[in-house]
């Protein structure tokens, strides 16, 4: 028998390609999305933040090709009345000051952020 769960939300963080961030750096940059995303649901009292916490916490890493790209799906969720952040990087390794790295979504009911990003490539 699976003791597979059912995850009702998510969170997602959305990646820029081309900047061909390392490995690390990436992951640090996800990273600063998800804890910007968890900490305005805590300031909000956000139901939403609280099912995703009981869930497991899903969080799923995309990518697109570019910023223009980043930019119209964080149109789409805020459209869609979905919570944005955007990671602007310090500028003290791999990019410039103030360079867009990540897009993070949510949390929200899975269906929801699926309509945003359900066609992008794994990161």
Do not use: C
């Amino acid at each position: 028998m699976s003791d597979r769960r059912t995850f009702e939300t998510k969170m997602v963080l959305v990646v820029r390609s081309e900047l061909g961030l390392s490995p690390g750096k990436t992951a640090v940059q996800v990273a600063h999305a998800a804890v910007m995303l968890t900490l305005e649901g805590r300031s909000r009292k956000d139901k939403v933040l609280e099912k995703w916490l009981d869930e497991g916490q899903k969080k799923v890493a995309l990518r697109v090709p570019s910023l223009a790209d980043l930019e119209t799906l964080r149109k789409k969720a805020a459209s869609l009345g979905l919570r944005t952040v955007y990671v602007e990087d310090a500028g003290l390794t791999e990019v410039p000051p103030g360079t867009k790295t990540v897009l993070g979504i949510g949390p929200a009911a899975t269906a929801e952020i699926d309509r945003v990003t359900g066609n992008l490539p794994l990161l």
